[in-house]
């Protein structure tokens, strides 16, 4: 089976670590026996443009075409505008950027199925190419698309509706994402669950050394863009609240964002200087070995699809902390392998760290169950097996009905 997949999250050798689950499941994929290419656009740099801005000339430098870790990845250029300007129509954009490169594509790679990540853009532009080619569209949801997006304008709300409506099955990764895509959809039949997985290979082995720098310390961990979401806020709080208690202890901070000067500020306020590292962004592979020397791993975000990075964590055998009512919860046991707190709750936080903190049992009791639950089925090959499944029931049923709806 010939599978074309959309997704303008996807790595490449200027930010490796964007889109990183999208060619995980790809990579799967292709091990069970699929044939995979993936379109990863990327915005459209007027000339001279690249010359004044880096994040531009890092647009202009990518290569129309790149092979990573065996899957042939094309880029090609779209227009894009700043700060999601004009989003309900991106869609438009999208699927005028690649469709004479799809054109192309379709020559030497004749596709049986087109797998987009996201309802906007790329899910948008995936329908479009379905009435083209007449190929069935399955479009996965991470999040922000029934979270953010369709709160944003009556136009992105109704761009989101058609993307899901024509699509003929739609992916989401919890349970959560799931009951809020089905307000969206005439057909609710067409959502389903499949949660995204880690790469037990890629995990940290051995000893870091890393743990020698921050010895005798109890190391906390964060892995997260640096927005509000995310809760470092309520983090940082929190940690003031229990220094007292654990007064030998480090929050690292892996990720950069628009929220870093503040958040700088505020562990200035908070009287944590001594006590916080922003490490910044890392790639993957140095995001592991921080993830092999933490004792707990917090991330008390909200309008969390998911979240891969507390799977990583838990598979490296750590206790993790997150909210209630998040994705998330469709695995975790609250007080069994991962504990569960309220959302923006200062003291419900702090406590659940001074608890995990200082009571190493319960740390490694919780850690080793949070490892056991994800590495019995929550691996990208588990979530290869079950899309393979899906995939081949769609076309199946295409070539049966000898048409699909369009």
């Not at 099955?169 to 609710?188: C, F, G, N, P, Q």
């Not at 901070?253 to 000067?261: A, Q, S, T």
Request: aromatic share 10%; proline share 4%.
């Amino acid at each position: 089976m010939k599978v074309l997949v959309l997704s303008h999250m996807y790595p490449n050798e200027f930010n490796p670590s964007y889109g990183l689950f999208v060619h995980q499941q790809v990579t799967a994929l292709q091990r069970l026996g699929l044939e995979c290419r993936v379109v990863a656009p990327v915005p459209w740099t007027a000339l001279g443009l690249g010359r004044l801005n880096e994040k531009w000339n890092k647009y202009a430098s990518t290569p129309e075409r790149e092979n990573l870790e065996g899957v042939t990845v094309y880029h090609p250029r779209v227009i894009t505008f700043p700060r999601n300007f004009w989003l309900s129509s991106s869609g438009w954009f999208y699927y005028y950027g690649i469709k004479s490169f799809v054109a192309q594509l379709t020559r030497e790679f004749p596709f049986d199925l087109i797998h987009a990540h996201v309802a906007l853009p790329d899910g948008y532009g995936a329908v479009l190419l379905k009435r083209q080619y007449a190929k069935p569209v399955v479009v996965t949801i991470h999040g922000l698309d029934v979270t953010q997006t369709v709160k944003r304008s009556i136009f992105c709300r109704r761009a989101v509706q058609t993307t899901l409506n024509r699509s003929d099955k739609i992916i989401a990764v919890s349970t959560m994402l799931a009951e809020l895509t089905a307000k969206y959809v005439k057909e609710e039949q067409k959502v389903t669950v499949v949660h995204n997985g880690i790469s037990p290979e890629l995990l940290y082995k051995g000893e870091s050394p890393l743990r020698e720098r921050f010895k005798n310390k109890k190391v906390i961990l964060t892995v997260a863009a640096l927005i509000k979401l995310k809760g470092y806020d309520y983090t940082l709080r929190a940690l003031r609240e229990i220094k007292e208690n654990v007064p030998e202890f480090v929050f690292i901070i892996v990720g950069d964002g628009p929220e870093k000067r503040e958040l700088q500020r505020l562990v200035s306020e908070l009287g944590l200087d001594h006590n916080v590292v922003f490490a910044g962004r890392q790639p993957h592979h140095r995001t592991m070995e921080y993830m092999s020397i933490c004792d707990v791993f917090v991330m008390p975000s909200w309008k969390e699809g998911f979240g891969v990075v507390y799977l990583e964590a838990m598979a490296h055998g750590k206790p993790v902390i997150a909210c209630k009512g998040q994705g998330i919860q469709d695995l975790i046991v609250n007080g069994v392998n991962g504990i569960l707190v309220e959302p923006k709750d200062v003291g419900s936080l702090a406590e659940a760290l001074k608890n995990l903190l200082l009571n190493s049992e319960l740390r490694q009791q919780i850690g080793w169950r949070a490892r056991e639950t994800v590495l019995n089925g929550y691996t990208w090959e588990d979530n290869a097996r079950k899309m393979t499944e899906i995939y081949k029931g769609i076309v199946s049923r295409k070539r049966s009905n000898g048409r699909i709806k369009l």
